[in-house]
């Protein structure tokens, strides 16, 4: 079946260390979207992109990078620049390029990252 | 600016109850309209969806959702609850584009 996979499902990160979180799809959707979770704040987009080699910052880029080389992969690089990087990360996928609208996501199982 | 309000950060109800959750929306139009569920640790899943048509939506494992232009909600409903329904709900909006708006979630509590 098709989906979306990320990994590593935890991850710990030292202070000052960048990581990479991993977000792959088999569904030949076009668009690609990062978002952030944390308890009692719903959802918030960090970056997303609609086609291969080009993306947009969200609401909350600052500290992240992204890149989309192929049309599956979208990973998502925590930089040390982010200061409270704790937090679940959720990939998703839309479609078609042109956001969300009437589509509606469909999510990875997300990824724990924790700063130690 | 658009928002979105679930008023209700959890609920408990008894298994084979009804279930009604609250979603309401601040957008000048009509938007269109999501319900997720979340599982603890997991992805969200796509529950349903309204963007036009009738306004009682339904969608999977026995949930549905009815649209009210007047009072801009989109509330969620289940006539009887299951344990496996306990989970996190959340109602999203989009108004175009790329900007989808999540509530802050419902939790639901089934108890025996």
């Known amino acids: 079946d098709g989906g979306i996979t990320q990994s590593p499902k935890y991850l710990f990160r030292k202070e000052g260390q960048n990581v990479t979180l991993s977000c792959e799809q088999n569904l030949n959707h076009d668009a690609m979207y990062w978002y952030r979770q944390d308890p009692g704040q719903g959802l918030r987009l960090i970056y997303y992109?609609?086609?291969?080699?080009?993306?947009q910052k969200g609401d909350i880029a600052e500290g992240y990078s992204v890149s989309r080389e192929k049309k599956e992969s979208f990973p998502l690089t925590v930089t040390s620049a982010q200061k409270n990087p704790t937090a679940f990360y959720l990939c998703?996928?839309?479609?078609?390029?042109?956001?969300?609208?009437?589509?509606?996501?469909?999510f990875g199982s997300g990824t724990r990252l924790t700063v130690v | 600016a658009q928002s979105v309000t679930q008023p209700d950060i959890h609920i408990t109800v008894s298994e084979g109850a009804s279930l009604e959750l609250r979603c309401n929306y601040s957008y000048g139009a009509t938007p269109y309209l999501f319900w997720y569920v979340q599982s603890p640790g997991q992805g969200l899943q796509l529950l349903l969806k309204y963007f036009s048509g009738d306004t009682l939506v339904q969608g999977i494992k026995g949930f549905e959702a009815e649209f009210k232009r007047s009072q801009s909600s989109f509330n969620l409903r289940k006539p009887s609850v299951h344990w496996s329904d306990a989970a996190e709900y959340f109602c999203?909006?989009?108004?175009?584009?790329?900007?989808?708006?999540f509530g802050a979630g419902t939790r639901l509590f089934v108890k025996a």
């Open positions: 999203a909006v989009n108004t175009g584009g790329f900007k989808t708006i």
């Open positions: 992109s609609q086609i291969v080699n080009d993306f």
């Open positions: 998703a996928s839309t479609p078609r390029a042109g956001g969300d609208s009437g589509y509606g996501y469909t």
